[in-house]
């Protein structure tokens, strides 16, 4: 079975100041993870995923997560906030030798980032 | 250039009733999906289709009909409304169901049950 979870509901941050959500997930094989982003009355947009190679991957609006095996963590990172980026954010994982269900995503239960001035 | 969508936007109707979701993309996807958000915004998937063909079919009331005329439509029908129906409904797709491509989501439509 594949798992994610995030710890957090809410996280506030300064703008300017460096902002990390925290994702963990559990699957049998080998995870392929996503963050998704969604505005007040707007559906998920992709942000960046990790399917294998280089740990830190980078995707849009300046963010980037590190893929971390051995604490089977995904956590989504940005060096400086910015008002706009308050939003809630999803992490996602499916499980690389799932068979039988497709493209099958298990979605966390979100966090709510403001930054604020 | 709209890729993934849905309509309508809102939909109000009385406890009983039948309603339909339609969705379109036009991204040359071949996979396509509806969600369930609930009032705390949590996420789950109900049905998936791959090329016309039904993959993922989660635990949800037979009330609930999808229906895909053809790979770049997938439409959502519900019988017999009941309260616990309201929620926002997504639609989303991808190329392919390996995994490893992202998911693009419609904005969504925001069923109210009176």
């Known amino acids: 079975a594949q798992s994610v979870a995030q710890p957090e509901d809410q996280v506030n941050v300064a703008e300017g100041n460096p902002l990390t959500v925290k994702c963990t997930y559990s699957?049998?094989?080998?995870?392929?993870l996503f963050w998704y982003v969604q505005y007040p009355n707007r559906g998920l947009q992709f942000l960046l995923k990790?399917?294998?190679?280089?740990?830190l991957v980078k995707g849009s609006y300046g963010f980037e997560a590190e893929f971390n095996k051995s604490q089977t963590s995904f956590h989504l990172k940005k060096p400086s906030a910015l008002v706009s980026d308050s939003a809630l954010y999803f992490c996602a994982v499916r499980d690389s030798i799932l068979t039988g269900g497709g493209n099958k995503l298990t979605f966390g239960t979100g966090t709510q980032l403001k930054v604020e001035l | 250039d709209t890729a993934v969508s849905q309509t309508p936007k809102y939909l109000v109707t009385q406890m009983g009733n039948d309603k339909s979701i339609k969705c379109e993309q036009n991204l040359g996807h071949d996979t396509m999906y509806w969600y369930k958000q609930d009032s705390k915004k949590f996420l789950k998937i109900m049905f998936s289709?791959?090329?016309?063909?039904?993959?993922i079919n989660e635990t949800v009331p037979n009330r609930f009909s999808p229906k895909s005329p053809d790979k770049a439509h997938l439409n959502l029908h519900i019988n017999s409304l009941e309260l616990g129906d309201s929620a926002v409904y997504f639609c989303?797709?991808?190329?392919?169901?390996?995994?490893?491509?992202?998911?693009?989501f419609g904005d969504g439509t925001r069923l109210s049950i009176l």
């Open positions: 990790y399917i294998t190679g280089d740990n």
């Open positions: 989303a797709s991808s190329l392919g169901t390996g995994g490893n491509q992202p998911q693009h």
């Open positions: 289709y791959n090329n016309k063909e039904l993959i």
């Open positions: 699957v049998s094989g080998n995870p392929y």
